[in-house]
């Protein structure tokens, strides 16, 4: 588990990249992007969802967004425009090293189902 600094804002976002438990063979993994809902935690993204992606050839990105969990304590807040949290998000993520930028995916758990584009 790698962790990560999403640039957003004047600051950034906390996030965590799991590799796939093997190597991706073409040059680069399919990257899954969990966003959790209002309230859920990203141990519980990786216990449900993460381990057995990882398990399937994908890598894995969690990371708490404004509102969310560790961002509460800088006193973020939910934002109705989402895409303006997961732009940031997706240009990071396609900037690494190791995963392919044209098969990623973004699911979202709960109320991100809402949120997620």
């Known amino acids: 588990m790698e962790h ?3 640039r957003y804002g004047k600051g950034g976002l906390p996030g965590y990249l799991q590799r796939p438990d093997a190597p991706a063979s073409d040059g680069g993994a399919p ?3 969990l966003v959790n809902g209002s309230d859920g935690t ?3 993204l990786y216990a449900t969802i993460g381990a057995s992606a990882a398990a399937r050839g994908y890598a894995v990105l ?3 967004g404004p509102g969310q969990q560790s961002q509460l304590v800088a006193g973020s807040h ?3 425009d989402f895409e303006a949290v997961l732009t940031p998000v997706l240009d990071h993520a396609m900037a690494l090293p190791g995963i392919d930028a044209s098969r990623i995916a ?3 758990v709960s109320q991100a189902g809402y949120w997620v584009p």
């Open 31 to 33: 990257l899954l992007v």
């Open 4 to 6: 990560l600094s999403i």
């Open 106 to 108: 973004v699911y979202g």
């Open 62 to 64: 969690y990371f708490d």
């Open 78 to 80: 939910f934002r109705p």
């Open 42 to 44: 990203l141990t519980d």
